[in-house]
């Protein structure tokens, strides 16, 4: 993990209405970090990604993205990052292959590179017999696996992953790690969303949301260790105890 900065988030809000969804947060994630951005359901997590995502205007506060502002360079954000939703993107009509190739051709590569990149990693996912299957009658665990792929089929700096192991069997999960670790340690920053306490601890830091605050970052360990708890899970229930939104 080296010392350059991927996203920075300074003073962050959204506000609807009256209601405050993402209240004042601030952190830093570094380049080729995997970051754990934790919270219930209402916390504000999702809120938050959005803007970094550049799909959500903030109402004050700072943030960048790869080095681009969150208000005025949106557009320069989303071509440059990867996003997996925990709502699985890829067209089940279409095959492996063709989703592929279709969104090779969204983020403005040339054909020649898709293909390149396509078959690349079809072979690397060991998915050969299934690239020509229609996405729908894939197992949940390859449908993950490969919108994972393709989310870095740009090779973007930054990828964002909102629950991308919900559903799936605990083995799968494991793989679906593997992958992340992967990119990782080709120097890609992961931003990462889970609702699974022992996902949280395979990140290098986590920060925990507690109705539109973040109320704790740090490494799993020192949090452990802060708050005397054998697990992030208790940690994350100690924390969340008072929360007022969510479930």
């Given at each position: 993990?080296t010392?350059?900065?991927?996203?920075?988030?300074?003073?962050?809000?959204?506000?609807?209405?009256?209601?405050?969804?993402v209240?004042?947060?601030?952190?830093?994630?570094?380049?080729?970090?995997?970051?754990?951005?934790?919270?219930?359901?209402g916390?504000?997590?999702t809120?938050?990604?959005?803007?970094?995502?550049?799909?959500?205007?903030?109402?004050?506060?700072?943030?960048t993205?790869?080095?681009?502002?969150?208000?005025r360079?949106?557009?320069?954000?989303?071509?440059?990052i990867?996003?997996?939703?925990?709502k699985?993107?890829?067209?089940?009509?279409?095959?492996?292959?063709e989703?592929?190739?279709f969104?090779?051709?969204v983020y403005?590569?040339k054909?020649?590179?898709?293909?390149?990149?396509?078959?690349?990693?079809?072979?690397?996912?060991?998915?050969?017999?299934?690239?020509?299957?229609?996405?729908?009658?894939?197992?949940?665990?390859?449908?993950?696996?490969?919108?994972?792929?393709?989310?870095?089929?740009?090779?973007?700096?930054?990828?964002?992953?909102?629950?991308?192991?919900g559903?799936?069997?605990?083995?799968t999960?494991?793989?679906?790690?593997?992958m992340?670790?992967?990119?990782?340690?080709?120097?890609?920053?992961?931003?990462?969303?889970?609702?699974?306490?022992?996902?949280?601890?395979?990140?290098d830091?986590?920060s925990?949301?507690v109705?539109?605050a973040?109320?704790?970052?740090?490494?799993?360990?020192a949090?452990?260790?802060?708050?005397?708890?054998?697990?992030?899970?208790?940690?994350?229930?100690?924390?969340?105890?008072?929360?007022?939104?969510?479930?």
């Amino acid at each position: 993990m080296t010392s350059n900065i991927s996203i920075t988030a300074k003073e962050l809000t959204k506000n609807f209405g009256s209601f405050t969804a993402v209240d004042h947060i601030s952190f830093e994630v570094h380049q080729g970090e995997i970051f754990g951005f934790l919270g219930a359901n209402g916390a504000g997590k999702t809120t938050a990604m959005r803007i970094l995502c550049g799909l959500l205007e903030p109402t004050s506060g700072d943030a960048t993205v790869a080095g681009f502002d969150v208000y005025r360079q949106r557009e320069k954000i989303k071509a440059n990052i990867g996003y997996m939703s925990q709502k699985f993107s890829l067209y089940p009509s279409l095959s492996a292959r063709e989703n592929m190739t279709f969104y090779g051709g969204v983020y403005g590569m040339k054909r020649k590179e898709i293909k390149q990149k396509v078959d690349h990693l079809i072979d690397h996912l060991n998915v050969s017999k299934y690239s020509d299957t229609q996405v729908r009658d894939l197992p949940l665990g390859w449908k993950q696996k490969i919108a994972f792929s393709t989310a870095l089929l740009h090779e973007p700096k930054i990828v964002f992953l909102d629950e991308p192991t919900g559903g799936v069997d605990p083995i799968t999960r494991r793989q679906f790690w593997d992958m992340i670790y992967e990119t990782a340690d080709r120097g890609l920053t992961v931003f990462v969303t889970t609702h699974y306490m022992d996902e949280a601890e395979y990140c290098d830091r986590v920060s925990i949301m507690v109705d539109g605050a973040i109320v704790e970052l740090d490494s799993p360990n020192a949090l452990k260790e802060k708050y005397k708890a054998e697990s992030m899970n208790g940690v994350f229930l100690h924390l969340a105890k008072g929360a007022k939104r969510g479930d």
